[in-house]
């Protein structure tokens, strides 16, 4: 059974930082591309980052961009998301997920795996 665990979610003032990971079992997924995406309450779950099996490509939405950091360590099947300069418009529950499709896909329906979330709460 194919099973995305997220970890690294709490309560962190404006400007602080945070890390999530998330590891994978069940299937090894070295060969895709895993990605972060975020829910806030009442909104739609919205894609956040990205990374290529390889770890070489990357990709953020413009709201991240220069804060956060993806990346991937294949011998753990884990991914993580380094989080910096955290605002309070980043509050939201973080998923991980991984698609099939090649490339960096960035919307939700091109994801087939994905974890329980973990929820972030940047405090102002």
């Known amino acids: 059974q194919v099973q995305l665990v997220e970890s690294g979610g709490g309560l962190v003032q404006a400007g602080g930082s945070l890390r999530l990971s998330c590891s994978a079992s069940g299937r090894t997924f070295s060969s895709y591309t895993k990605a972060w995406f975020r829910q806030a309450p009442g909104k739609e779950r919205e894609f956040v980052a990205a990374?290529?099996?390889?770890?070489?490509?990357?990709y953020y939405a413009d709201s991240v961009k220069g804060r956060f950091t993806i990346s991937r360590d294949n011998a753990k099947n884990t991914v993580s998301l380094q989080m910096n300069s955290l605002k309070p418009e980043d509050t939201a529950v973080y998923y991980c997920?991984?698609?099939?499709?090649?490339?960096?896909?960035?919307?939700?329906?091109?994801?087939?795996?994905w974890g329980q979330g973990t929820q972030v709460t940047v405090s102002s």
């Open positions: 990374v290529t099996w390889t770890g070489d490509s990357t």
């Open positions: 997920a991984v698609t099939l499709r090649v490339g960096i896909p960035t919307r939700r329906s091109e994801y087939a795996y």
